[in-house]
């Protein structure tokens, strides 16, 4: 199984910027992306970013240009940059690691975002 760790989150002022990150351990080798997702108060969890070994990368339409994931494939990790964060940024961040069959292997417990206004 797939461990997966997130740390990074905080409180900043809208137009600030956060830098999220993310640890995966153990059976890595079945993970060909990562990625991240959030969930606001009373959302549905939504895709933000994925990154793939690649280095291919995919974007919500809400980040682009603002958030810029990354990777370090050998120690298993995945960065997200966030800039010019706004209040509707507030959210709880998920981490998640992608088979090649692009089902989700595990979830991180997930880290809060807050963007104060």
């Known amino acids: 199984q797939v461990q997966l760790v997130e740390s990074g989150g905080g409180l900043v002022q809208a137009g600030g910027s956060l830098r999220l990150s993310c640890a995966a351990s153990?059976?890595?080798?079945?993970?060909?992306?990562m990625g991240w997702y959030r969930q606001a108060p009373g959302k549905e969890r939504e895709f933000v970013a994925r990154?793939?070994?690649?280095?291919?990368?995919t974007y919500a339409d809400s980040v682009k240009g603002r958030f810029t994931i990354s990777r370090e494939k050998v120690r298993t990790m995945v960065y997200l940059q966030m800039n010019t964060l706004k209040p509707e940024d507030t959210a709880v961040y998920y981490c998640?690691?992608?088979?090649?069959?692009?089902?989700?292997?595990?979830w991180g417990q997930g880290t809060q975002v807050t963007v104060s206004s």
């Open positions: 153990g059976r890595t080798s079945s993970i060909i992306a």
């Open positions: 998640t690691g992608q088979d090649p069959a692009g089902r989700h292997v595990n």
């Open positions: 990154i793939r070994w690649s280095g291919d990368t």
